[in-house]
């Protein structure tokens, strides 16, 4: 992968970032509870932190960026908020890892791990062994990777998924303007 394939990649998540800041504005109380915050508010710390985990992933066994996604999802199920009032912004970036290191997958998400463990961040699982969960009492969002194995023989397939999560806040729900807008759905 070129040097200036991973520059127009990371410039791209720069550039996401950078408009969810424009759109979520600074908060006039900075001791806000998490409650108290709205979701344009959530929205940058939580791409910023998928960002800075991305960079830290070494561009040499980057493929390809298969996917990056903005959103907001619901906190809840529908049964216990029918209307999705309570959400959390979520960004995602898939990293394609190229066949010459496909065999090292798991070791260079666990190197992408330890990176936060050495900045104090707390290490543990989600859902099961496969999907680890990082979080600091630092950061408002959590940040969970898992991966997918690169065939054996070929070494390739091997993906790095990282998502950063931000906390629940309340909304007006998923057709809200703030939603429609900070989606980009208009």
Not at 2 to 9: D, H, K, N, P
């Amino acid at each position: 992968m070129s040097t200036g394939f991973t520059t127009r990649v990371l410039g791209a998540l720069a550039a996401t970032a950078v408009a969810g800041l424009l759109l979520s504005g600074c908060s006039a109380d900075g001791g806000a509870e998490k409650a108290q915050l709205t979701l344009a508010e959530t929205k940058s710390p939580a791409q910023l932190l998928r960002n800075e985990a991305a960079t830290r992933v070494p561009e040499t066994v980057i493929d390809e960026v298969l996917k990056s996604q903005d959103f907001s999802s619901a906190c809840q199920t529908e049964e216990t908020d029918p209307k999705g009032l309570l959400r959390q912004w979520d960004s995602t970036v898939r990293l394609g890892i190229n066949a010459a290191n496909g065999a090292r997958t798991k070791e260079i998400l666990d190197e992408l791990a330890n990176s936060f463990v050495e900045q104090e961040w707390e290490l543990g699982n989600f859902g099961g062994s496969s999907i680890l969960e990082l979080t600091s009492p630092d950061s408002p969002s959590v940040m969970h990777l898992s991966m997918v194995k690169a065939d054996e023989e070929t070494g390739e397939g091997g993906v790095i998924q990282i998502t950063s999560s931000g906390p629940c806040v309340n909304t007006d729900g998923t057709d809200s303007d703030e939603v429609r807008i900070l989606e980009e759905r208009g």
